[in-house]
């Protein structure tokens, strides 16, 4: 693996979440491997999980971390090329992944979408100019339209319980439903986690399902082939896991369209259930989204999907550092 963007960089996805898998029984058996070796972090938006557990990850895998928040830490960094440089920004990226290219060996960033211009954030213009002028392995810390450290780690949660369970089918149900919220919040967490479980029910591993409100259908390339509902309680009935999250609208770019509360996830929801899972990337705004009740009863699996993020980003990182050997 050289870079890291999207499900397409994976070559076998059964072998990378195990690979996550034997990190977590066995974290220090590659810590070798980053010997000498320097990751940079590159953060144009806000994190707790990512940040953390990334840099955990290579640390056990024995790499040098350093840690940039751009912008604030360091100069704005202009994405176009061929623009007159006359604004804020007093850097362009050109330079700015070249010489951080030096300094790294992988370069890992996260920069989210602008929710404004629907063609620019979907041409992922940041991911795209530094794997084109670092001259380094590129890593995706959650980008405009994916968010794929964050779909492995739930990829290894899913099986971990699917495993553990005693009442899953051998190929759970997977539903992804929209939960309401005040701001406009990106796709990259959904449209990723359609992406990632669309390819393991292609696999046979599992069936999935999507359900959101009229008007947040995802992209088309996300959705695959999902079945849709607009009826939260069909969508849920039998479910296995409940993947929950917030996305504004594609079709009308960035907008917030409903707030409706009967979309939030509450316990009378999760009893519609095959006694489902609860799952979210978090952060999450408690009984906003989700209730107290959900969040704080077995069926939760929040802090081990949190947990596994340090799982997957070191079963990357190792992907990568052996094809650096
Ligand atoms: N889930 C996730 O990416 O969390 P952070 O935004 O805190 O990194």
């Not at 810590?31 to 953390?52: V, Y």
């Not at 030096?102 to 890992?108: E, K, P, V």
């Not at 359900?211 to 296995?240: C, I, K, M, S, W």
């Amino acid at each position: 693996m050289h870079n890291f963007l999207s499900l397409a960089d994976v070559t076998d996805l059964d072998a990378l979440i195990q690979s996550g898998l034997n990190a977590k029984a066995n974290p220090f058996a590659d810590e070798a491997l980053g010997h000498h070796k320097t990751i940079g972090l590159l953060f144009f938006n806000s994190s707790l999980r990512t940040r953390l557990s990334t840099e955990k990850a290579a640390r056990n895998l024995g790499l040098n971390v350093m840690t940039l928040n751009v912008g604030s830490d360091s100069w704005g960094l202009e994405m176009e090329d061929g623009v007159l440089m006359n604004g804020d920004k007093a850097e362009h990226v050109r330079e700015a992944a070249a010489v951080m290219g030096r300094y790294c060996n992988i370069l890992a960033i996260r920069a989210f979408a602008g929710l404004t211009d629907r063609e620019l954030d979907y041409k992922e213009l940041v991911m795209n100019q530094f794997a084109k002028y670092a001259g380094v392995s590129i890593v995706n810390l959650e980008s405009a339209t994916r968010h794929p450290l964050q779909s492995l780690a739930d990829c290894i949660t899913i099986e971990e319980a699917r495993v553990k369970s005693t009442i899953m089918p051998a190929r759970p149900k997977v539903v992804l439903t929209w939960l309401p919220h005040f701001k406009p919040l990106p796709q990259a967490v959904a449209n990723s986690f359609a992406e990632w479980m669309n390819a393991r029910a292609a696999a046979g591993h599992i069936e999935f399902v999507v359900t959101h409100p009229e008007g947040y259908e995802l992209a088309p390339q996300f959705v695959g082939n999902a079945r849709v509902y607009h009826n939260q309680d069909e969508a849920f009935a039998g479910a296995d896991f409940i993947y929950g999250k917030n996305w504004s609208s594609y079709t009308h770019y960035g907008q917030v369209l409903t707030q409706d509360p009967a979309w939030a996830v509450t316990m009378d929801k999760m009893r519609l259930t095959n006694e489902g899972k609860m799952m979210h990337c978090l952060p999450v705004r408690r009984n906003l989204k989700i209730a107290d009740e959900v969040l704080d009863s077995p069926q939760s699996l929040v802090i081990e999907q949190a947990a596994n993020r340090e799982w997957s980003a070191q079963a990357v990182l190792r992907e990568i550092l052996l094809s650096l050997k």
